[in-house]
């Protein structure tokens, strides 16, 4: 067992009772082939919950920051994140998160670059349309649905990959792409909250 499926077991044996995680979507997450996850983003715990919950290994981009330390960059490179420059077009985090998913990998992403302080959906970076368009990945759109409270049901949903050929085919923007995204988003918060 490599150190990540250890990782994922041991958070998934202490996050899901701690929480009370509810999955539901699980099917709409292709076994192999690139997948990109889009998921809102309340709590510092959103990467580790998505990781538990999809049923692959899931590749996450991480600030910067955390790579500054060398025992932390350790640790999150071997959780399969990498680094990205927030606030600004991080070329080489682009690269990156092409190349996972041309190696047919899941690439995890929070459109919404940062968290939400009031748990309302906050508009989409382009960057989620950005991996849509340029890349032949499933888009799965993911809400996770709290909050964050010991013992407070906490629901993580699936819903069903949204079909970007339209879009590729017409040579949508980024932004139309994160916008369509976002509106997926969206729709899982309004149907299962």
Known sequence: MNFYMFARTVVKHVLTPLYRIEVSGVEHIPKEGAVLICANHISNLDPPVVGITCPRPVHFMAKEELFHTPIVKQLVSRLHAFPVRRGMGDREALRTGLALLKEKKVLGLFPEGTRSKDGKLKKGLAGAGF???????????????????????????????????????????????????????????????
């Open 131 to 193: 991996f849509a368009l340029r890349s032949d990945a499933v888009v799965v759109p993911c809400a996770i649905i709290g909050p964050y409270r010991v013992g407070k049901r906490l629901k993580v949903v699936y819903g069903a990959p949204i079909d970007f050929a339209p879009w590729r085919e017409r040579r949508a923007s980024a932004d139309e792409a994160t916008a369509v995204i976002m509106e997926h988003i969206q729709q899982l918060l309004d149907e299962h909250q």
